[in-house]
């Protein structure tokens, strides 16, 4: 990664942040919005000029504002859906020059606004319901700077930002590990505490990484869907199309955070993955599923506990409830209604979504697994009875950064029937309580021990417990960079000369 457009990038963000905080924005709901759009006008920009150079040097800007109509529309139409289309007067340095207007913000909105009408067809997010939400808002400025002395004030210091920063083709031709890191930069702030309840369920892009690498091992995909039903931001999508090749999948998406679906956009249009934006639907995946076609590969870290009581009749009277959610609906309770376990719903529709050769990883809580009776221990068993259950990986408590709950990574694996006798007792055949009870259980005891705050000094253990197929065909060895620390993912593997023997 190149270090020096690594800072100017962040610096660019950083600066748009003063301007915010400047105006009495710091920390609130309109902040999130001006920055992600602002940049995401500026990459759309610089992205477009940038197309339009690679087609003939000579598509300067100056060059670009004295083209005629129909030469404009071919370029148009050379580019592609490689980028948004942006006519010559909706350039940023077109706007950059106007900034003495009276009324400068409203050409600021504007230019927004009609770039969001052009392409609409390609960049537009969908709801449940199938409305629309554009690339900008409207009315960014006006709905966003209450005191209206302050919105040509705001509009200008945005511009000129803007305007200073210029995106060539060394940053175009960054990878996801660039983007990755950028993105999680500008949007750190509204992924924490003051994020809202939707904030503690934000993947970090270190365990997003493990999460992929295990899924796809050794294997080459292509031609694939890969999909969250709880998707926040992306993290685990991109991850994982990264790790597969963004040219070999097709990205679809639900959450029911009008916020995190944009911030998925977002990200999707910096990795190179416009192609999938109208798969981003904005909705409730449990009630109003909008993917009902089987996917490839499904990742996904659920909301764990939520108030679903007033929709919670609706789920069982669905069509397709007995086949999708096949271990139950919970029961709301007499109270705490809040700690509701939505996330039994979302591991059901997952098992529900994959095609019979698909693969997935949810992160849940570790209680999960450790179950002894409800709706979580019948998923398990059929997990088990059906040969799905690929392994599980136990993560240190505070690896989710805004939440203390222990979680664990499930990961099913329909194609491989990785639970086979080879690494599970046949059912016909019974082995005693004590030999059946004490590799597991010996593991999960040593994993809670084991799950302190994370320390310099001492750093935690990742454990994983994974079928000894898919340990002897993959050999994976892992690290990933959390919290500055590097956990180490210790694969508990029989000698050789034991697996033989199974």
Known sequence: MNETYKIQVQDLVDDLKAVFTHAGLGGEAGEYKLLTQSFLYKFLNDKFLYQAKLLDESNTYENLLSMGEDDYDW??????????????????????????????????ENTLNQIAIDNNDIFSVHTDGDTAIRLFDERLITDTISDSSKRNEVAKAIINLLARVKFDETIFSQGFDFFSTLFEYMIKDYNKDGGGKYAEYYTPHSVAKIIADILVGNDQPSNVRIYDPSAGSGTLLMNLASRIGVDKTTVYSQDISQKSSN?????????????????????????????????????????????????????????????RFFAGVPKVPAKSKDKMAIYELFVQHIIYSLKPDGQAAVVLPTGFITAQSGIDKTIRQHLVDNQM????????????????????????????????????????????????????????????RSSKPLSRKKPSRTFLLLSLMRISRRKTTLSAQVNTLTLRSTMWISQQKSLKQR
């Open 389 to 448: 259950l690929a392994g599980v990986v136990s993560m240190p408590s505070n690896i989710f950064a805004t939440t203390g709950t222990n979680v664990s990574i499930l990961f099913i694996d329909k194609k491989t029937r990785a639970m086979s006798s080879s690494s599970m007792p046949q059912t016909s055949e019974p082995r005693s309580r004590k030999a059946r009870t004490k590799r597991p259980c010996s593991l999960l005891r040593k994993s809670r």
């Open 75 to 108: 370029l148009l139409e050379d580019i592609g859906t490689s980028t948004a289309w942006l006519k010559s007067d909706q350039l940023i340095e077109t706007l950059h020059r106007q900034q003495n207007e009276a009324t400068f913000y409203e050409s600021f």
């Open 263 to 323: 911030l998925l956009r977002l990200n999707l249009i910096l990795n190179g993955l416009q192609h999938s934006i109208h798969n981003i639907v904005q909705g409730n995946t449990i009630i109003a599923n909008r993917h009902p076609e089987k996917m490839d590969y499904i990742v996904s870290n659920p909301p764990f506990k939520l108030d679903f009581s007033e929709w919670r009749d609706r789920v069982e009277s669905l069509p397709e409830a007995s086949e």
